[in-house]
Structure formats: C-alpha cells, structure tokens
C-alpha cells in the first residue's frame, strides 16, 4: 500500500486503525512522513529508527477482504510484469546461482514464481488475494497458498530462498515475519526482498530505478 501512492481508484476500508508506536523498534516518536497516500490512509515516520509506514491502515482482521475487493481488477497477463519478474529473478541469481528450494511470500498473479520454476527452482508461494491466487492457478498452473507467513505450514529450514518482493510495507508485524523467515531458511540460505522508496516519490525523482529498494541478507 504504500508502493501505491497514485493508484486507480480502489474500494476504501469500512475500518482504519492509527498506529501510536512505530511497528519496528516501537518508539512513540512519530513523525508526519513527506509524502502522502490518499485518504483515510496516511504514512508516518518514526523519529528513532526512521521507517516509514502506513498509520492509518485496515486492521488486521480486514485485510484479506481488503485485498480481495482491491485485486480484483486484472483479466490478463502483463509482458510489463513479466519482466519485472526476469529482474528480481537476475537480482537473486546473482546471490542463489544454484537453484533450489523457493517460497515467495505475497506471491501476487505468480508471474516471479513462474519465472522463478521456469529456470529450474521448486517453487512455493504465499497470497492472502483470492483472486490473485486464483489468476496465477489460470494463467501460469500454480498453486498458491492462501494464508499468512506465520501460519504456513513449513518446518523450519525449509528453503533456498524467500522472497518478498512489494510485500514488507504491507506487513502489521514485520519483525515477527522477518523472524519466520530466518527460520524457514536453510543455513546458507538467501533473503531478497524490495520495498518502495517513499523519499523518491516525495522528490518526484524520474529514475525509475530509485523507485525501489532491494535488500538481500544470507542466513548464517
């Protein structure tokens, strides 16, 4: 949500929350962050760590309504996506040159993971979207788990890699994800993930390049 800044128009929330403390380091410092969604979404900024993040937001229980009512919009495959997805692959076989065990969590319509099978991974994802998970069943044969990260059912040590790509500003409890992950990985295992770049948005920047922030961390 906070990627999508300029987005079409979208069906609101029937409830918001507004958050006191800051999701990461839980400091009450709040800032007003320089660049702002739509109402009734705002973005703050905490003093101490200086993330971004979206305060107000749907509560956690309305999120899978949520996303449900907002992705149901798309009818066909996009080559714009599909190469979007040739990148984030290029990105993580730059740290994973070896194909192995894979799980994509916010997998979106699939097309990463169907790239990702297509150069020889075992692939896995997660999406709380039905009809994302249905449109990546139609269009690219996967099956997609419909839950979150904290309930899927894997043991620890399960994975090569986990991506999230566009997934971590959408997160109520991001260092219990991050915290999951590292225990699903493998020893040796690769985390990629991207986030938008809220600042860049802020200062119009035309590089679409600094749009994004890419993050990649190796279990030890």
Known sequence: MVGDLHPDPVPRPRRVEKLDACPLCGSRWLLVAPVQPEPPFGLSQCSACGIIFLSPRPPLDAMKTYYDAMYDREDHPHP??????????????RYAPTPGRLLDVGAGDGYFLNAARTAGWQVEGLELAEPRVAR????????????????????????????????????????????????????????????????AYARKHRDVNSWRIHLVARKK
């Open 136 to 199: 990546a069943r139609t269009w690219f044969n996967l099956s997609l788990r419909s839950c979150d990260i904290l309930a899927a059912p894997f043991p620890p040590a399960t994975f090569d890699a986990v991506t999230m790509l566009q997934l971590l500003e959408h997160l109520h409890d991001p260092r219990a994800v991050l915290a999951r992950v590292h225990e699903l990985l493998r020893p040796g295992g690769i985390m990629l993930l991207s986030t938008p770049n809220v600042l």
């Open 80 to 93: 714009r996506q599909q190469q979007r997805a040739l990148r984030h692959l290029r990105r993580l076989s």
